[in-house]
């Protein structure tokens, strides 16, 4: 394995063989004994060692993650949980190469021999970053442009991953015409088409309503089970998080760190009338709950 650049940094490493420490801790209640859970241990996708981010205001520097230390498994499916301005999507910026930690080490293990390239680490916004004067098929089509890749083979993997976003239907429309749901879907259609190491989602469902977010959910997971992809998937919503991680990650408020982690266990979909189901989401909010005197509000860093 290469050696670390300077800090801070954002590395792209090829994968390796060495064996790493399990992530996260079985979820159980007290009083009762651990549930272990075995599954094959894939190998390590990204790495995130001591990573601190403060920002400049005009009431001094504003620490919003405080020494994050995080790993993700290949094809792994993470759940980042926590309040509103706990620095989740902080965190997605940094990993996606959207800005730089003040310090501390974040690494991508690559399983593809490619430059390391923002293209590795694809976001999906709340809001779905399409561009209107396009066809949802052009939006699709547009990262590929890049790629060296023939214009029939171009529209034959776009039409691929419309398909798989249910689409097809939809190729000519234009983004005004799709409801807020279907332009989530173009959005996770254009990122898929890219093919990257690494899906960030940063609460792509938080503006929907009920019925539409549930069911995209399903959705999701269905894309996911097919595709293999590593996701790390940011929300506020102790449901949505069971419903989708392989784990969550619990963070605190501000300065964001991480709090407690939850390891699920694998069948799927989840039941959400189940007593397991309802007995973890209970522990979760409890964590939500505590908080330290003054933890509030976000804590100024003074040196």
Known sequence: MNDARSLPCLEALPDHDREE??????????????????????????????VAKTYASAKGLIRALNNINLTVHEGEFACILGPSGCGKSTLLHLIAGLELPDRGEIRLYSSQAKNNTNAERLIIFQEAALFPWLTVLENVLFGLRLQKLGAKESKERAMHFLALVKLENFANCFIHELSGGMKQRAALARALVLDPELLLMDEPFAALDFQTREKLQRELEEIWRRTKK??????????EAITLGDRVILFSGQPGAVKQEYTLPPGRPRQKESPFFAELAAEIKRGFQVQEPGRELVEQVTG
Request: proline share 18%; aromatic share 10%; net charge positive.
């Open 230 to 239: 590593t996701i790390i998937f940011v929300t506020h919503n102790v449901e």
């Open 21 to 50: 420490e399990p992530t996260g801790a079985p979820f159980f209640l007290p009083g009762e004994p651990p549930r272990l859970y075995s599954r094959p241990k894939p190998r390590l996708k990204l790495e995130i060692r001591n």
